[in-house]
């Protein structure tokens, strides 16, 4: 499964990358609010830190105005995917762009024939949400199982991306769900990578080594 990080923050993508185990980058629109650095300049930024896909989300909801966001973000870099929402609108600018051989991410899917719909116009990946499906007590992880079914059941090379992760516990059921990605913010790579079976292990390994040998 590859792990890409969700924020727009170049802090957290530098200390993201420099585990080297990082394969790209999702923005929205609320992520690069929070910043407050112009859009294309912040993802010129993080497309020098990340080879790998970096997303950039339109803001446009109609068909032209979206055709007209995606061709200034996707001369910013040759790894730039364009981020658009799955609606009737984003569908036929995912056709349009797929057709021209541009990358897409197809966003804010809550159900499993949204994602048979993007996969059919040729988008790249197709982002579930489970925990703002597990917000409003449906099954998140449930949606992800039917994706995999249903593009496996044809072949659709459209990769699961899975997002709206909130803990380990997401990621872990993402992995065996066989999601192809997990996007996840630093505060769950952090959490990934701490127990505290670890922690108290490394001490004591530590402290025996010293009582033995000193130093
Ligand atoms: O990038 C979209 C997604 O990951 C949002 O997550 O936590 O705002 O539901 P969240």
């Known amino acids: 499964?590859?792990?890409?990080?969700?924020?727009?923050?170049?802090?957290?993508?530098?200390?993201?990358?420099?585990?080297?185990?990082?394969?790209g980058v999702t923005t929205n629109p609320s992520l690069i609010a929070k910043e407050k650095v112009?859009?294309?300049?912040?993802?010129?930024?993080?497309?020098?830190?990340?080879?790998?896909?970096?997303?950039?989300?339109?803001?446009?909801?109609?068909?032209?105005?979206?055709?007209?966001?995606?061709?200034?973000l996707r001369k910013i870099a040759e790894n730039i995917v364009i981020k658009l929402p799955i609606t009737v609108d984003g569908l036929r600018a995912c056709k349009t762009l797929s057709d021209k051989g541009v990358k897409t991410n197809m966003t804010l899917c809550f159900q499993p024939l949204q994602a048979l719909?993007?996969?059919?116009?040729?988008?790249?990946?197709?982002s579930p949400f489970i925990g703002r499906l597990d917000d409003v007590s449906e099954d998140g992880m449930d949606l992800i199982h039917?994706?995999?079914?249903?593009?496996?059941?044809?072949?659709?090379?459209?990769?699961?991306?899975?997002?709206?992760?909130?803990?380990?516990?997401?990621?872990?059921?993402?992995a065996l769900a066989g999601a192809d990605v997990?996007?996840?913010?630093?505060?769950?790579?952090?959490?990934?990578?701490?127990?505290?079976?670890?922690?108290?292990?490394?001490?004591?390994?530590?402290?025996?080594?010293k009582k033995a040998f000193g130093g």
């Open 1 to 23: 499964m590859d792990l890409y990080i969700d924020t727009a923050n170049l802090d957290e993508i530098k200390q993201a990358a420099a585990l080297g185990v990082l394969d």
């Open 38 to 72: 112009p859009y294309a300049k912040r993802l010129a930024e993080i497309c020098e830190f990340v080879k790998g896909p970096v997303s950039a989300e339109v803001v446009a909801t109609d068909y032209d105005g979206m055709m007209s966001e995606a061709e200034p």
């Open 117 to 126: 719909m993007v996969a059919k116009a040729g988008a790249f990946l197709v």
């Open 146 to 174: 039917k994706i995999r079914q249903i593009y496996d059941n044809y072949g659709f090379p459209t990769k699961i991306l899975a997002a709206s992760i909130r803990h380990p516990k997401h990621m872990v059921d993402c």
């Open 182 to 209: 997990s996007t996840v913010p630093m505060s769950v790579i952090k959490q990934v990578l701490s127990h505290p079976l670890t922690d108290s292990g490394l001490k004591k390994f530590v402290e025996d080594y």
